[in-house]
């Protein structure tokens, strides 16, 4: 490789499976003395290149059967591409398929051993790494009996148990494998963060707040081709309009309705501010939110700056453009690295809302106490959809449209979103 900080570079990489109406046209095909074709090609990958450095940590999105696993198994050798390449350089350590590299008929003992001969540990090596296996695994004598006898979350144990403490320079980690109680995820993710310090990682995942948290670069894959590989805030906003059927595009650009809108309302005390046309939006734009305010309850003030306790009204103003049944508003609340700390809407408040006809406008009103958050700076996307929970149609998302400091007089700088409201401490004699 030519760069000296590369380990992993793809180069117009893809893989086409034959796909056959039925089983038996796989055989008339071969058959065929004038080599008639029997069937389609499908690009599982098409034409994919990128390369990643020595200490990065890749997420990689995409929805179901956009080729992520496909991608992963070319990278780690389990599968030969149809066409381009892909190198690597580096003990690579996957956690990819439930089952590859281990025998069911053996003990979880002896696939320990077994994985680490074909990662190239010889038994002297993987003696030394037994115990922390063993005891990240920590499924007790199970490790005695054949593999095929574990339950699922048993075996997810041992196999990353094995994968990350056999020294690996790439840890290729699919996360919908990371199953188990929450302790176990937990012990998981601490582990691969502890990897990621001086390993280069690669994440696939449909959870893009988790790939926001671990990940300094996102790799977006559909239809088996790139859409994106960037900085992993950015990719999201685009990869979530994406999954909602939408597009991200600049709140200005939204369509407006005939009339010009007012964004000041004398029904209330105070002015909703109007939305700053930079904003990215997302949503079919049969609603738009044309104000959002955040009030300090008591005084009817705006704020900017809060603090935790604080009693606050956020208002939301919405003008809609056609006919809605049962509209949700709702917003979140993330903090400054994109993390949401938390969303609310009015449907979860069992706040079921009339329905709207065009041109009406609409004012909203949520009312809450500030949780004890850490100082910093967060953003408030306020949303309008349109159906239940399970099952809507989002009409107007717009991200980071309020900014607020929060102020809350701790000095201290520890890890979390929040400290403990009522946080006492004393030693018991
Ligand atoms: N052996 C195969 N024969 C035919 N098609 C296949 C084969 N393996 C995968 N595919 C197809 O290739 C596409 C990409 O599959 P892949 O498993 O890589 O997707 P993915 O992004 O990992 O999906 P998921 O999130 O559901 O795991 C899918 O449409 C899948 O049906």
New binding site residues.
Partial sequence: MSHLNTVIRVSQLS?V???YDNPTDRLKESLSPLRRIYHKE?Y??KDISFSVNKGETVGII????????????AITNVMTPTSGQVNVSGKVSALLELGAGFNPDFTGMENIYLNGSIMGFSKEEMDSKLEQILSFADIGDFINQPVKTYSSGMFVRLAFGVAINVDPEILIV?E?LAVGDIRFQQKCFRKIEELQQDKTVLF?S?DIAAVNKFCNRVIW?ND?MIVEDGEPEEVAKRYQAFMINSQLKKYESMSESKEETPVRDDSYEQDIEPIDPSLDVLGDSKAKIIGISLIDAPSNEKVTVVQPGQKLKLFIKVKYNCVLRSPIIGASLKDRLGNIVTQFNSYVLDNTLDNVDENDLKDYCFEFLMPPLKSGFYSISPAVASGSQSDHVQHCWIHDALIVRMEDGQTYDLPGYMFLDGLKFRAID
């Fill in positions: 893989k499976y034959k796909l499908f599982a990958l995409g929805r179901n059967g956009s080729g992520k696993s496909t991608l992963l198994k699919d919908a696939v449909h894959l088996g």
